[in-house]
């Protein structure tokens, strides 16, 4: 009987766990540095927002170099949102709060 119980106990666990990490509200994170600077520190160095990829489909990642390393972000729409410079590219204003603009983010790197 015990075993029936452990062996029942072991199925309904990770089951309990998915459903309850499922509906659990993700973690939000705002921006504490202001805004208007680093809109002006991207203008300044030559960048615009229409530059940042918006990734809808597979295609729209072909602009990106492989084994180049790219600053991204997801906004809470759930937006994946990379800069257009390689992540080591020098004047590269494109930080994670121009990224994600006035949007809350879930992620960010």
Do not use: C
Not at 3 to 12: G, H, I, K, Q
Not at 39 to 68: H, T
């Amino acid at each position: 009987m015990v075993t029936r119980a452990a062996w029942l106990f072991s199925l309904l666990l990770p089951l309990l766990f998915i459903g309850s990490s499922a509906l659990a509200k993700p973690v939000e994170f705002a921006s504490r540095v202001p805004y208007e600077p680093l809109v002006a520190k991207l203008k300044a160095s030559g960048g615009s927002f229409e530059r940042i990829l918006r990734v809808k489909a597979a295609a729209d990642l072909a602009p990106l170099e492989s084994g180049r390393r790219y600053k991204f972000v997801v906004d809470t729409r759930g937006q994946l949102a990379i800069a257009p410079l390689p992540a080591d590219a020098k004047a590269n204003e494109y930080v994670h709060p121009i990224l994600g603009g006035i949007h809350r983010l879930l992620s960010s790197f």
